[in-house]
Every structure is written in C-alpha cells, then in structure tokens.
C-alpha cells in the first residue's frame, strides 16, 4: 500500500519521467478507516525514529539507484538521516522536525505538536488528531 496523500506528487513527478514510490510507516499499512478503529494501537506507537530511519534505509537500498528522497514532517528528519548515511541523490525536508535536543518554542509547533509529537501524552498509546487539530497542524487551517 503506497500514502495516498502523495498521489499527486506521484502522479506530478511520474509526468515528468520519474518512477516513484511512497511506502508506508511500519505498522501503518492499512486504509485510514482500519487505522483510525485500531486506535489507540500499541504497534504504531512504539514507533521510534531509529527503527523507522533503518526500515526506510533497508527500502531505499533495494532500489537501482539512489533516489531522491522526499518527506514531511518527521519524515523530512528521516530524509536529512537517510542522507546523512549516503543512501539519497539528494532530498527535500518539508516542514522537518528537528532533531532530538533542538526544540522551538514558537507556539504553532507546541500547539501542533503537543499530542503527536509526544509531549506530556502516554507513550504506549498512539495519538489520533481530531479533524481540526489536523487542520492545524498539516493544512495550516484550510478547508479539506
């Protein structure tokens, strides 16, 4: 299964001649509506960035070549890291988070971050945005 919210970079960057994938998170390969009924999942929050910086390592090396690497978010740190060990031709970090130790304290990335990213939620429990929280934190308030 392939991140529907790519689609359209898919489809964008495959019109112009480049093949592309958009794997999923381990443990988040199901539709969205599976998703958000197995909530809150343990599987998914056990999630850690080592573990997911090595299972997009293992999927860029079996590629033919070395990719251009795209991701958001926490994604985009985990673009910075997959480069960082040689694996990428180059990368895009949109909206990156920053690295353990580095933290903003700007109020729209605590607000949008505060249950997400962890702060002061349970760790063993995985987090699932309310559609306005959502809003916020990824289409900047627009109407989905």
């Not at 529907?4 to 969205?32: L, M, Q, V």
């Not at 850690?48 to 999927?59: C, G, I, K, Q, V």
């Amino acid at each position: 299964m392939q991140y529907k919210c790519w689609d359209e970079w898919r489809t964008y960057f495959e019109s112009k001649g480049y093949p592309t994938i958009a794997p999923p998170w381990p443990h988040k390969n199901d539709s969205p509506e599976t998703l958000r009924n197995s909530h809150p999942n343990t599987a998914i929050a056990s999630n850690r960035l080592s573990a997911l910086t090595d299972h997009f390592d293992n999927t860029v090396r079996q590629l033919p070549e070395k990719p251009i690497l795209i991701g958001h978010s926490i994604g985009g740190l985990i673009v910075q890291l997959l480069l960082q060990r040689g694996l990428g031709s180059s990368g895009v970090a949109i909206h990156s988070v920053p690295p353990q130790g580095i933290i903003t304290f700007k109020f729209s990335f605590l607000k949008a971050g505060w249950g997400p990213l962890g702060f002061f939620t349970p760790v063993k429990k995985s987090f699932l945005l309310s559609f306005r929280q959502w809003q916020y934190a990824f289409t900047n308030g627009m109407d989905c």
